[in-house]
């Protein structure tokens, strides 16, 4: 069936073309036929980038996905390479039992009584490969789903399967003159990253000797991720990436639902493959994604209101100039967020209404006030230890223009709510200091100008959504920010960490500074204790260090491949680039 609300969109009803369907990424991968029998049941299908898992473990498929994020490689090879050993013999569960009596009860659980929360009972494990990262950022969006996304900070993107760079052609350039040129200017792209990159690592090895004695391997990790932070802003939206989904019924069909709505035509047909294979797995939990009274009308709802923001925004907005802003600014706060705080880490352990318990501490001086968030905070061992929902009881809302780097990696924080505007080239680019030195500037400049002109020639012939895919992602991107304190402590100690990019390093820096001098929340910021400004040069390399540590311990087995380094696990939501 079509996606709903298609009209609505440039381009509609034409398929997507992506790894495995398109000329512009190579083939799916192939396999052997002693391979094909040992895949075959654990995947849905063997054929195609998008699939499910199945008859596994689930701790086998949660460490299958942790690696996925750091390797070349694509989720069935790494299987084979370093998982199959591992699963029992024969598929686990075996035989389903009582499936067809189980779909007939949830459908009349939820047509008699509208019981959506069943489809939260049931949940399935999706691959998407060679997906573009504008489609990471959709398949991302949902808060109730679990992500795991290939890194540009730990895999290059040098190599060329098919002969053919990591990129998606759209499949709105089908029949254009266009399509040439963003071939031509992509490609360059792709072979500008590829020349600097050894370069880029010869002045950093230059820069920072290992004088400090560590091995080969860490210092070899420490040194790549360097110089692909430094590159990986020559790469244009249109990256593909791997990006695993674990999610319940329920948040794969308001995904869905999202998808088959979206302007892009890559999303819609991955919607409908992704359908396809969780039909396999869960179908009873998706029954109405495509029916017309349902599914087909929620999607058309979207897509529709999506239509009428956009026409109301151009009638009421048009012609107006972006006033200059900094990189982040605090936009919304409230003044009595401090005292709201202290009445509710009061409130659990009193017998006093709020109202009354607010009373009360607006009549306390400054140091009680203090003290009662010191008691609150305890005492912190690291930044995993966080206080109560006490700090949900005020809030910030931070308007961010960001790289698109950096913007990807603060996206999939999923519990605050972020709202971001289109790609462009219109808000300027950011340039690396290291490039003159690496010589690599006049040719960052060029590869950013032809992003520019390409981008405003996809803009014109085709649609601003498809227009994106060529935009690199050193360009800036506009993106709203709100979270209450317990998040952003959350998001800034974790983003602030030595081994953070330093984009959103200096972003969250920035949000730290903000709520205790513009905010006036001094005790907010201060129990954010682990937030950390201090200068890194190599930010990798606590991590890498940590990680070789982890990795020496007795009884501890090895990672395998170890072409994309893996560093320690971050906590971050989800985990990826």
């Not at 360059?188 to 050894?198: G, H, P, Q, S, V």
């Not at 930010?539 to 170890?562: C, F, H, M, N, V």
Request: glycine residues 8%; contains cysteine; positive net charge.
């Amino acid at each position: 069936m079509a996606s709903p609300g298609n009209p609505a969109f440039p381009g509609a009803g034409k398929p997507a073309t992506m790894t495995g369907v398109s000329d512009a990424g190579g083939a799916a991968e192939r396999f052997t036929a002693d391979e094909r029998r040992a895949l075959s049941p654990y995947f849905t299908n063997l054929d195609d980038d998008v699939f499910a898992l199945r008859n596994l473990p689930e701790v086998v498929k949660g460490a299958l996905f942790a690696r996925y994020s750091r390797s070349t490689k694509s989720l069935r090879r790494l299987f084979l390479d370093e998982f199959l050993d591992a699963v029992p013999a024969g598929p686990v569960g075996g035989a389903a039992v009582g499936v067809e009596r189980a779909d007939r009860l949830y459908e009349r659980v939820l047509g008699d009584y509208g019981d959506d929360s069943v489809a939260q009972l049931g949940a399935a494990h999706v691959a998407c490969e060679g997906v573009s990262n504008l489609l990471t950022k959709v398949l991302e969006r949902g808060r109730l789903a679990a992500y795991l996304e290939q890194s540009t900070r730990y895999v290059p993107y040098t190599d060329r399967p098919g002969g053919r760079w990591k990129y998606l052609v759209p499949s709105e350039l089908d029949g254009l003159p266009l399509r040439e040129q963003y071939v031509s200017t992509l490609d360059d792209a792709f072979e500008t990253y590829r020349r600097w990159l050894e370069p880029a690592q010869d002045y950093f090895r230059r820069r920072y000797p290992n004088t400090a004695g560590d091995s080969e391997g860490v210092y070899r990790a420490v040194i790549r991720a360097k110089a692909l932070d430094t590159l990986r802003g020559l790469l244009p939206a249109a990256t593909r990436s791997n990006v695993g989904v674990f999610a319940s019924g329920q948040a794969f069909e308001a995904l869905l639902l999202r998808m088959r709505a979206h302007p892009l035509a890559e999303a819609r047909t991955c919607a409908d493959r992704m359908l396809t294979e969780l039909r396999k797995l869960i179908p009873a939990f998706l029954t109405r994604v495509d029916r017309e009274d349902r599914g087909v009308r929620w999607s058309r709802y979207l897509a529709d209101t999506r239509r009428g923001a956009a026409a109301a925004a151009e009638r009421l907005l048009g012609g107006t100039a972006p006033a200059p802003v900094p990189e982040v600014a605090l936009t919304d706060f409230d003044p009595d967020g401090e005292v709201k705080v202290v009445a509710a880490a009061l409130y659990e352990s009193s017998r006093l209404s709020e109202s009354q318990l607010l009373e009360m501490a607006r009549g306390m001086n400054a140091a009680d006030r203090a003290a009662v968030l010191r008691a609150c905070v305890g005492d912190r061992a690291n930044r995993r230890h966080r206080p109560g929902r006490a700090f949900e009881r005020t809030g910030y809302c931070f308007d961010v223009l960001s790289d698109y780097g950096a913007f990807r990696d603060l996206q999939r924080h999923r519990l605050l709510t972020m709202e971001w505007q289109e790609l462009t080239a219109d808000h300027g680019c950011v340039e690396p200091a290291a490039l003159e030195d690496i010589g690599a500037a006049r040719d960052w400049r060029l590869v950013m100008e032809r992003s520019r002109e390409l981008h405003a020639a996809m803009a014109r012939e085709t649609s601003p959504a498809a227009a994106q895919y060529a935009v690199a992602m050193a360009y800036r991107i506009r993106y709203r920010m709100q979270m209450n304190a317990r998040e952003a402590m959350h998001v800034i100690e974790l983003r602030t960490t030595p081994q953070g990019h330093p984009s959103y390093r200096r972003i969250c820096q920035a949000m730290h500074r903000l709520i205790a001098d513009e905010a006036g929340h001094g005790a907010i910021a201060e129990a954010m204790r682990f937030a950390d400004h201090s200068a890194v040069e190599l930010e990798r390399l606590g991590g890498e260090r940590a990680s070789e540590r982890r990795r020496a311990e007795p009884g501890r087995a090895g990672t395998g491949d170890r072409s994309s380094s893996s560093g320690p696990g971050s906590g971050r939501t989800p985990r990826g680039t």
